[in-house]
């Protein structure tokens, strides 16, 4: 399906060739302009039969989509990794509230504490919920393979970062693609009591990326290789790029 988003021209049967002007692509909800310019008109994909201008029927599917990306990020990774891009790492963290999780793709050194962070390398269940693409002018929905193509024409030099082996954590995350997907991620978060260190490694914390789906009840998922030094270590997460948006974070 072609790419839905506000500025394109839409046919309704009832009301014409009109512009969509805002697009919620969780609910299926979009607002379009026929004609006046002072009013929009509500209108959702499922039940009023939108098409594109050239008669193409715009489709949204009822199944609930991923309340997170991680998934599709996994097996994106993944794919990249048994094409050579073994130097490629996924991290994911809950936010402080719980309600969502962030990831983080970074290549080079593994280094998990100390991360390079580039420009639209990540990004959270939060911003996916409003907006379900990982902005690198890929699509809803896209494929893997899409995916990977979306990512090499946004930032080839990035991508060319992870080229070389990594064996140890490839086989590892070829054995927890194996174990979660297509409905579960993993989240690499250190629970710890208040100012002091972890005593013990636990099992890797797994959370299912649809509301819908049981929690998890397969195999433990141990932490990934370079982890276990850092059990006596003080986790302290990258300097991030200051935010003068004033959006509070949730």
């Known amino acids: 399906m072609k790419a839905l988003a506000p500025g394109t021209v839409i046919f309704h049967r009832h009301r014409g060739y009109g512009v969509i002007t805002a697009v919620n692509l969780l609910t299926g909800w979009v607002a379009a302009r026929f004609g006046s310019e002072s009013r929009t008109l509500d209108l959702n994909l499922s039940t009023d039969e939108v098409q594109f201008a050239d008669g193409e029927a715009i489709l949204f599917r009822r199944a609930p989509p991923d309340r997170m990306p991680h998934a599709r990020l996994m097996a994106m990774v993944r794919e990249l990794h048994r094409a050579g891009y073994q130097k490629l790492y996924l991290y994911s963290w809950p936010k402080p509230s719980g309600l969502h999780w962030r990831w983080h793709l970074f290549s080079g050194p593994r280094d998990w504490m100390q991360r390079s962070w580039r420009e639209g390398w990540y990004g959270s269940g939060a911003d996916y919920n409003v907006n379900p693409v990982m902005g690198w002018g890929d699509k809803p929905g896209a494929s893997t393979h899409e995916l990977i193509d979306a990512l090499a024409r946004f930032d080839p030099q990035g991508l060319a970062q992870a080229l070389g082996r990594d064996e140890d954590h490839s086989a590892w995350f070829e054995q927890v693609c194996e174990a979660l997907l297509p409905g579960y991620m993993y989240s690499l978060d250190m629970q ?25 009840s397969g195999p433990d998922i141990g932490w990934p290789p370079g982890w276990q030094g850092l059990w006596s270590k003080v986790h302290v997460l990258p300097a991030r790029r200051p935010d003068f948006s004033g959006i509070p974070e949730t």
């Open 192 to 216: 710890r009591p208040e100012g002091g260190p972890l005593l013990d490694a636990p099992a890797v914390p797994v959370v299912p990326v649809r509301a819908t789906l049981p929690p998890y």
